[in-house]
């Protein structure tokens, strides 16, 4: 029981609090938000809304990703688990531009 | 903004066509029209703002050859305004003849452009201003040697003064006067211009046939979206050449021989078409999208089989003619008198 207490104790302080879900619809050649603020280990969905495929990335050190060609009405989740602020884009079309802010 | 020094001819091509779309043509044609509808100004940035001694800088700098080191190439050499702003070439020639990789691009419309160059490696005309002139297979030309040689020529050194007050001739004020002058190079008023603004008469039937599968069943409007037809964008069209484009700059999968959509505005003017000049006519484009591209990882998903019959492809040709401005003459600067 001891030993059952302890490791909740130690689950507790490890664990973040409860990892939030974000979502970003990219449509008309645009993202809806141009920055958000996420707490570190939330997720971020990407949804393409347009008829057509985007491909949504970082390069930004440390937080790169690529969500390679992404068809219509798909949806693809982020999750950002590092403190920072991420570049977005999208390498199909440049004017797609946001940033997301990654706080503790 | 101001626009009087270009007098009526670029006035006439900043007129905002009709707010009225046709009534007679198709719903969902008069919805589209919204799309397509001709800016109001031309945009320029915070930090290089219009002015007109600046564009007339830029105008008289792009027709002057003394910008290369053989002083034989000006910008418009490549970017020939008798040429829809290119040069008619599949591939562009440089500095002592040297061939070049891709077609010279033209500069209409560039002022809305997000990024430049096929494969978008700069980020502004003020960025890529430069790039051509310096390039030693374009015009070898040292640019703090040109500085020195532009700063030897009287009305040069004036205007630069008058033009940038306390900076004067720098590489960065270069940079900006030529900017300033190609955003003002804006595509004229062509007849789909006058069709949407209400001329049921401007363009033929087939056009107007033309202009619904480009926006359907044709897929065109993909990419080749909006007033300037293009989205700014990079995409591989599955051409069968090793170029790989947008690719070797931003190193992603999809970017592997993706190019910029270049816009369709004076298309017809501007043959050969896609950035390796190996398409001889719009109507072999056409067949390009519809059974010519190769398969490969990186092809868009936009570019697929598109069973267009021989009558589509000539109303999407005939389409296409419309964007054609009518020629529109455009002003040869009497260069400042000084050495080669």
Redesign the interface.
Known sequence: MKHLVAALLALAVAAPAWAAEHEIIQQNKKFSAKEITVKKGDTVVFKNADPFVHNVYSQTPGMEFDLQQQQPGGSSPVKFDKVGEADIRCAIHPTMKMTVKVTE | MKISWFGAGLATLLIVVGSTASAEGPKDRAALFADYRRPAEIPFPADNPFTVEKAELGHTLFFDPRLSKSNVISCATCHNPGLGWGDGLAKGIGHGATNLGRRSPTILNLAWA??LMWD?RKNSLEDQALGPIEAEVEMAQNVDELIVELGAIPDYRIRFNSAFPGEGLTKATLAKAIATYERTVVSGLAPFDRWIAGDEAAIPESAKRGFDLFNGKANCA??HSGWSFT?????DIGLPDTDIG?GAI?K????RH?FKTPTLRDIARRAPYMHDGSVATLEAAVRHYDTGFVRRPSL???IKPLGLSDRDVADLVAFMETLTSPPAPVILPVLPIGKH
């Open positions: 997000e990024l978008g993909a990419c989205d700014h964008g990079f995409h947008r931003l992603l999968p999809s970017m993706a868009s998903p936009s």
